[in-house]
């Protein structure tokens, strides 16, 4: 026994050192396929329009037809957006500097001011235009054009309202996401896996899954006990439709080779189902995912300003109702937020589930 040891302990190393070695060529071939560039020009373009944005908006002065309201804002929080001026260009000019250190990092940062430099350069002309045209010249007149000072001003004033209605919202995104992932994950199983019964739901599908959200509002609050329970089933009832559609579909594309071989084994239905089928349209189901998350904030917008007295959609509605509009921005803008970094999150999530796939599927 003692003689047999070395010779699989060299295999083991063997195997590793091969796979370490398929990583480092595919790494080399894939940076000389697609080698990140940093365009000097223009990342130094987006540093300067940044710092001209901070300079601008603590040295030029304000516009003197600004109501005293939207001009006490403005006042308030100059300095603090000075700051997330010169913030954001340091922040860049870091990154940038940093992209001529060897190692990760600096692939990191080279990678990063590759592909960011564009989007600095257009968010600090973006930004310039903005204060310029509202807090400087007055250009857009307010109420429904606002500087960015009173966004951030609203943002900070309403920080305890804004955390609790995020808080609900997140609360009744999850409850009805994950209802409408669970029944449309078993409708598309089921309806994929049986003739018979795609025969009967899939024309229902056809019919009813299509219908918006807004249409199902006075029989959701008059079936459902609460208008909790209601916006439930809203959320639940969009996220149900794209899952079960996109589910069904990645049944019924997995190649009947996979079946075969797994009957040949010995496998029974229920392995069919969840060890073959599931994992073979994860593709599909992720895809669906994807879709049913953007519309699911859809519902929910509307689920809070139809009985749900509490949530981001309920405090935009609120501020909307008051003529408060740089607190409808600033809803708007904690709304885009958690919608982008719920959807960074799927992506990660779909990228870490099906890393078998990465080089066949890019979206």
Known sequence: MTSTLPPIAASTDTGASSTSASARIHEALERIAHPATISAPVIT?????????????????????????????????????????????????????????????????????????????????????????????????????????????????????????????????????????????????????????????????????????????????????????????????????????????????????YFDVAQTLGARSWFLVLRVSLPAALPSIFTGAFMALGSSFVSLTIAENFGVNAGLGWYINWKKGWGDFPGVYAGIVVLVVVCGVLLTVLFRVRNYVLRWEKELTRW
Do not use: C
Not at 104 to 113: E, F, I, K, Y
Not at 153 to 182: C, K, M, P
Not at 194 to 217: C, D, E, M, Q, T
């Open 45 to 257: 373009a987006g540093i300067l329009s940044w710092i001209a944005f901070a300079l601008a908006t603590g040295f030029v002065p304000n516009s003197t037809d600004l109501p005293l309201r939207d001009a006490q804002s403005v006042e308030s929080t100059t300095t603090f957006t000075v700051v997330v001026g010169f913030a954001v260009a340091a922040a860049w000019a870091l990154i940038w500097a940093l992209s001529s250190v060897s190692g990760r990092l600096g692939a990191w940062a080279t990678r990063r001011s590759a592909n960011g430099a564009a989007w600095l350069l257009g968010a600090g002309l973006w930004a310039l235009f903005w204060e310029f045209s509202t807090a400087k010249a007055d250009l857009l007149e307010p109420p429904y054009f606002v500087a960015p000072q009173e966004i951030l001003d609203r943002l900070w004033a309403s920080r305890g309202v804004l955390t609790d209605s995020l808080a609900n919202s997140l609360l009744l995104l999850a409850v009805g996401f994950a209802v409408g992932l669970v029944a449309g994950l078993i409708t598309g199983v089921t309806i994929g896996w049986s003739k018979r019964a795609n025969y009967w739901v899939h024309p229902i599908l056809i019919f009813i899954g299509p219908v918006p959200a807004l249409a199902w509002v006075p029989i959701a609050f008059v079936l459902f006990p609460t208008a909790y329970t209601g916006a439930v089933f809203m959320i639940a009832l969009t996220v149900w439709f794209p899952i079960t559609i996109l589910t069904r579909a990645g049944i019924l594309s997995v190649p009947r080779s």
